[in-house]
């Protein structure tokens, strides 16, 4: 990047306005486990004279769970800095192999874990949902990782006991349903022409010819993107567990099943810290009969990364044991959780992933918000 285009870079991304205080690094939950320094990438890109992020590979650690810019005092914003800068490599073709397969299977196949599109709904079984070709009040959108991996379907099957339960009047689009490109975008995909503006013109378009009043989602990151980056036309969107707080608030929704288990909830970046919704997460889980709910140290504004965001769940790491996400089961440990709730596909992976790889599998277990809901029925 030449001093022209690194002056403009800077202004484009707020740089100028960095004092050095450090605080985007002291956050930065990769920094205790790789070389990713944000502060250190905007003082090289501010005085170095010319940027050249190909000899940042650390640029791919960053888990864009934005915690450096939420926390920065001056506004600057380090978080998309590294997307920018994400994006100069995926310009060359310098991505991670297994990158590479996500994004090439999102732009044949719709979703990036390089499975047919007609499988999509097979997850619905003998379920009772009905298509969105019908219309319906709400436009349930599943996901890729909730409709493929078949631990994640629990979460769907569960919603839908729930919505069904609470009357609710919901249809899904099945193998027509594609790839939201939150990772896409947050891999650097994005800007004219890129898949992430040809996904939300194509998908968003499509969405646009259903008849429906609200969308509701299992992923926060299908939240995050919907809510920010995609043309609603006016139509609300909504996390799921914003949506079961309302219906219990509403009556709709009650619990006889007693919980008798000690429950810690692990707040997903994209739902907390990006979104402000740390509330409706909790109502749930306070509303089951029996749960007792106790929170660990670092929850939510403080709450620890899963390192699952930015497309890191699609990258293999070779000390599995370092994660953010065994450090995570550690804590709950810690306050004598015996399980740990989350409400996020990728958290949910991570997690789990994570007490494998200890082998606690007898001592704690990870649980979705809507599973535990769903139990208490």
Not at 329 to 334: C, Q, T, V, W, Y
Not at 338 to 345: F, H, L, S
Not at 357 to 365: E, P, R, S, V
Request: proline residues 4%; negative net charge; glycine residues 8%.
């Amino acid at each position: 990047m030449e001093a022209t285009e690194l002056r403009t870079f800077a202004i484009d991304n707020h740089l100028f306005r960095c004092i050095q205080c450090g605080k985007c690094a002291a956050s930065c939950p990769m920094g205790f486990k790789t070389i990713l320094n944000p502060r250190k990438l905007v003082y090289q890109a501010l005085v170095a004279g010319e940027f050249d992020p190909k000899a940042h590979q650390e640029l791919w650690d960053c888990t864009t769970c934005f915690t450096c810019s939420i926390r920065c005092p001056k506004e600057v914003d380090p978080g998309n800095m590294v997307i920018q800068l994400r994006s100069l490599l995926v310009q060359d073709g310098r991505i991670p192999g297994t990158l590479t397969t996500a994004l090439k299977s999102i732009f044949e196949r719709g979703n990036p874990l390089v499975m047919p599109a007609r499988d999509r709904g097979a997850w619905v079984g003998d379920l009772d949902v009905k298509h969105l070709d019908d219309g319906a009040d709400v436009f349930y959108f599943v996901c890729c990782t909730t409709s493929y991996d078949m631990r994640a379907q629990k979460v769907a099957q569960a919603l839908v006991k729930l919505f069904n339960v609470a009357g609710v009047d919901f249809g899904i689009l099945g193998e027509a349903e594609r790839c939201c490109g939150s990772e896409v975008r947050r891999l650097g995909e994005q800007g004219e022409d890129s898949l992430f503006e040809s996904l939300v013109e194509e998908w968003g378009e499509e969405m646009a010819d259903y008849s429906y009043q609200r969308m509701v989602t299992t992923s926060p990151h299908c939240y995050d993107v919907f809510k920010h980056h995609y043309p609603m036309n006016g139509r609300e969107v909504l996390h799921y567990t914003q949506y079961l707080a309302q219906l219990i608030q509403d009556g709709k929704l009650q619990f006889t099943n007693k919980i008798e288990r000690r429950v810690t909830y692990h707040d997903p970046c994209y739902l907390g810290k990006q979104n402000g919704v740390y509330d409706e997460p909790r109502a749930v889980l306070k509303a089951l009969p029996g749960l007792k709910l106790v929170e660990m140290d670092r929850s939510r504004e403080k709450s620890l990364c899963c390192e699952g965001g930015g497309g890191r769940v699609w990258v293999e790491d070779p000390n599995p044991e370092k994660k953010l996400a065994a450090w995570r089961i550690d804590e709950a440990l810690g306050v004598g959780a015996e399980v740990i709730a989350t409400a996020c596909p990728f958290c949910m992976q991570m997690l789990e992933d994570a007490v494998r790889t200890a082998g606690a599998q007898d001592k704690i277990k990870v649980l979705d918000v809507a599973e535990l809901a769903a139990e208490a029925l």
